[in-house]
């Protein structure tokens, strides 16, 4: 079971990943009965000194206390010449909860600072859970103590289990890079499993490397990975007021500082990263509420990139495909009809439309061979790829959502109480 | 039960209303077996000489051959001095059917038009039902003969039955006017429950008076209305292929022809028509799929209207607020979150969030006096309204929803099968 009670998602992993470890980085969790009682909710990162920064974060414009406060704090550059933090809570957003929201961080990130001895700026934070509701930062302040005593570098799967609200399993994922000098290693945890379409940013993500990236070119590899990773995903259309993304480079592997992201180790690096980022975004989906069914969905040939986007989530968003691939209907006519609503160039006798490598419908009608038994039979399968090809243009885009179920009614229904 | 088995929305109307006769206007149904099997599913409806016609239809890039059909006749002008006919089908959308779809409109209006002896171009027809499959119009041309002998002024309760899919009730309303030299009538039907979010358009809606209005002013009084009627209401954000709605004006009325809108008859009349196409639209979210709460989204103080509708939408269209509003949960907070992905340009310390009469929250917080135990119990009214204030200027919009529900995902996971 997860930590909400809820059964684990039947897209989940079989366990969680071996992660390595990041040198300059620690972690350590509690339980401080934020809301939830009998698990933890409380996570520090220590992150050592001479580290690099970068972050991402929800575009909302009705974004929570913390966000704003880890924006403001990363506009300031994101060196870290003395080390950094990141505490993390579960059970409560500590969103729209007007000025008290900023007491609540400068409270728990100030109460941090102190006890670790690094300056405000550079303790970022996070909070998720239930919004609207006054953060009890007392709880959190009263468990730093503890959380320093027990920092440790092997403690990055309480963390991941630590942040979980809804989440059914621990997101985790890593990559080892061959570089110039050595080896560097990637490792990332990750939450989210509702309210999820990511607009910018990720829901929570938090992603470690001992690579020695200067903060610049840090934030400049994470940035050009969003668009094919965590804005590409979607379980429900809605956006968070919390989706928040911090990556810290520690500098404490062997190999040689990466100062260019285009030579073969800067482009390495770059690549493994944005595969972490990949999975860790895959795994949300994972763990959409309510999931059962992982869809991928494909679009090609469109006017522009933008267009496919629009039209790959138009289809990815649509509460009629959803319902169809849960009740693993090969009902492709509610694909032509999302394409058609998107609002993106489409010319319904270019369209094609396929099902993993099978052809259901082109040049405006059904294909010639089109098979309504094998159709089905695709559909009862767990990963699906949905495949559309608008016959425009060269523009291309692929994202990732999961199917919509009675489990999401239930989980949603009465998720607060 | 309705049509398709279901239980009858709680929120359907006691009865189907008595409509009033329009003079000029007659309906007949039949069984033909497109799907359905044991029910009427195709509609006869003839217009007089002398009356003209008014439309809108979906903007859908990939909407039906039918809807493609009505939109060529129609940009030909709406004067049917001969007269006009509507053929109505329900069990298949003859929708992505590629030319095999305009070939069986073709045969449809084409048997029509011989069978009353009216222009082939004066003939509009409409299909609703499954996407992608082939239209066996041959079904529909074999009933014609029955249809036309069947014509009858009073069979539009009737017709209200005939066009529904998987409506639970059949939809009507009407209004009176007092116009200068009698009274004109109006009377209209519509059918519509899932794959609702009409743009520019409506479900399957028909529309009959009496009044005398030359075609270019009946459709400016129809085309003026829509944004505050149809455009303004979604079940689940999924726009149809097929949205059509259809105007008729017999001029059989005593009163005097309305020869300019902005008279005190004219205005009498627009009022009146945009009123009973609200009431309908009304009817459409009432029977929304699953519909278990009417719920009417009210937003004020936005900078725009434009930005009002973005913010109305993005919440009436939100899966966690409708699923909030199914578990009767009072979690204004989703409602927040809705508002800050919506795009439009929001303030999180100006944003006032209302239920019924009561203030949530204000100034960037939960209000001073919220109360939650009156908050919950007004979640349990089976009609609700949101109030959102964004405090930045006067666009205002008003829309209406329904709740999300495990209803819906029974319908909608083997609708098809």
């Not at 990055?156 to 080896?183: H, N, R």
Request: aromatic share 4%; with cysteine; charged share 20%.
């Amino acid at each position: 079971m997860g930590k909400a009670g809820l059964p684990v998602s039947p897209l989940a992993p079989a366990r969680f990943p071996d992660l390595p470890v990041i040198a300059g980085i620690d972690f350590a969790s509690a339980a401080a009965g934020v809301k939830y009682q009998g698990r933890t909710d409380v996570t520090l990162i220590r992150i050592a000194p001479g580290s690099s920064v970068a972050g991402a974060f929800t575009r909302s414009s009705t974004r929570a206390a913390c966000v704003l406060d880890n924006q403001a704090k990363l506009a300031a550059g994101g060196d870290a010449p003395q080390g950094a933090a990141i505490v993390i809570n579960s059970g409560n957003a500590n969103a729209f909860t007007g000025a008290r929201g900023q007491e609540s961080v400068d409270a728990v990130t100030g109460a941090v600072a102190s006890a670790l001895d690094l300056p405000r700026g550079r303790v970022f934070s996070s909070s998720t859970g239930v919004i609207g509701e006054p953060l009890p930062h007392d709880r959190i302040v009263a468990v730093i103590g503890d959380l320093v005593a027990g920092l440790d570098a092997g403690g990055v799967a309480g963390a991941a289990q630590a942040i979980m609200t809804t989440d059914t399993f621990p997101k985790g994922a890593s990559a080892v890079v061959e570089a110039e000098g050595g080896q560097v290693r990637i490792a990332g945890i990750a939450k989210g499993s509702g309210m999820i379409a990511p607009d910018m940013a990720t829901m929570l993500v938090y992603l470690f490397t001992d690579a020695r990236v200067p903060a610049d070119l840090l934030q400049q590899a994470l940035s050009s990975g969003l668009d094919a990773t965590f804005n590409a995903i979607t379980v429900d259309s809605d956006t968070s007021t919390s989706d928040a993304l911090i990556l810290a480079a520690t500098g404490q592997a062997e190999s040689a500082p990466i100062t260019d992201l285009g030579t073969d180790t800067g482009r390495a690096f770059v690549s493994a990263l944005h595969g972490v980022m990949r999975d860790l975004a895959h795994q949300v989906v994972r763990d959409g509420e309510g999931a059962t069914k992982f869809v991928e969905v494909a679009v090609t040939g469109a006017a522009s990139d933008a267009d496919a986007h629009k039209v790959a989530m138009a289809i990815a968003n649509s509460p009629l495909v959803k319902t169809a691939i849960a009740g693993q209907d090969a009902n492709w006519g509610r694909i032509v009809a999302a394409v058609g609503k998107s609002g993106a160039e489409a010319d319904r006798d270019r369209l094609r439309i396929s099902f993993g490598d099978m052809v259901l419908a082109e040049n405006g009608w059904r294909a010639p061979g089109y098979d309504e038994a094998a159709a089905s039979a695709y559909m009862k399968n767990q990963d699906l790829r949905i495949g559309v090809d608008l016959g425009l243009g060269s523009g291309a885009r692929t994202v990732w959502t999961c199917d919509l179920t009675h489990g999401y009614i239930d989980i949603n229904a009465d998720y607060r109480s």
